[in-house]
């Protein structure tokens, strides 16, 4: 769980985007594209899910890429190669499922970027002609940019100033392309008003669309509930039956309203510990 190597992505206006490598062979040996782990920084943190964005079989290394947001991913953020975590969990939840759909789009916006990289080499592995559509709110933000475009076949970039690619929102690009031709997936991920806004367009195209959900966690494997979303008719656990789900059952403002519910509690923990 040692740490080997650290790289900040990004910064701008006080957020940081930040690349860590982690030594790990057992997870790294059996993680899959759109898996997670979730690890503790100390003995009495939390636990926290990140995305495995990549994994070198012969190194044993997991690659994690992460936004600083509340108090754990700050405090992880602030370890340095040689440092080890306290606790590493995984590989956790599903492997997307990767089959040939002929023509996906894979639409990422921010750190969302980072996971739906995984997906999108693996579906380009499996023979599909892929369409990526990233979103940023300014180009220095922008992730992986030189990553995506090697395994894209059509690559767009959006930025909400318009400092970079074309002004505008990712839904504006993905709007244009499904217009245009026929596509067997969208596969999205990103803040949660994208990812409803990318649900909402997509349903009236009448286009299959996945979509990776960062709901909150507590233990990450089903135990507390914390993570639960109604998909359909049914109580989901985001953990164990997901992250991935069929974005056009999901009760999007039930969802927005669990993801706030320690907004408040978070603020005060980080002006607390002056981080």
């Given at each position: ?8 992505l990004?910064e ?5 985007v930040?690349?860590?490598e ?5 997870i ?18 939390e ?12 190194k ?23 440092d080890s ?5 995984g ?6 499922e990767?089959k040939?759909y002929?023509k ?22 499996a023979?599909n002609?892929?369409v990526?559509?990233?979103g940023?709110?300014?180009r ?6 030189t990553?995506?475009?090697?395994i ?22 993905l709007?244009e ?23 909402d ?14 709901a ?7 135990m ?10 049914s109580i ?5 039956d997901g992250?991935?789900?069929?974005a ?9 309203k ?6 408040e ?11």
């Amino acid at each position: 769980m040692k740490i080997l190597d650290k790289l900040v992505l990004s910064e701008s206006a006080g957020v940081k985007v930040v690349r860590m490598e982690i030594y790990h062979p057992d997870i790294a040996r059996n993680a899959g594209p759109g898996q997670f782990i979730a690890f503790m920084v100390s003995e009495k943190g939390e636990r926290v899910p990140l995305t495995i964005v990549d994994k070198d079989l012969n190194k044993g290394t997991i690659t994690l890429i992460f936004q600083e947001a509340g108090l754990t991913t700050r405090l992880l953020a602030k370890l340095n190669v040689g440092d080890s975590l306290y606790s590493l969990a995984g590989p956790l939840g599903h492997p997307t499922e990767i089959k040939k759909y002929g023509k996906a789009i894979m639409v990422g916006g921010g750190v969302g970027i980072a996971e739906i990289y995984p997906v999108a080499r693996a579906l380009k592995e499996a023979g599909n002609y892929v369409v990526s559509v990233l979103g940023a709110r300014t180009r220095e933000l922008l992730i992986l940019e030189t990553e995506m475009k090697k395994i894209s076949d059509e690559f767009y970039v959006m930025t909400d100033d318009g400092s970079y690619g074309k002004k505008g929102f990712t839904t504006d690009a993905l709007a244009e392309l499904l217009k245009k031709d026929k596509y067997g997936l969208v596969y999205c991920v990103g803040p949660l008003p994208m990812m409803k806004r990318v649900s909402d367009l997509t349903k009236d195209f009448k286009v299959k669309t996945i979509v990776s959900l960062n709901a909150l966690m507590v233990d990450a494997t089903g135990m507390c509930g914390c993570c639960r979303v109604t998909v359909g008719n049914s109580i989901k656990f985001s953990c164990v039956d997901g992250p991935d789900f069929d974005a056009h059952l999901i009760d999007w403002d039930e969802l927005s309203k669990r993801s706030k519910v320690y907004q408040e509690q978070e603020k005060h923990i980080c002006k607390l510990s002056n981080i």
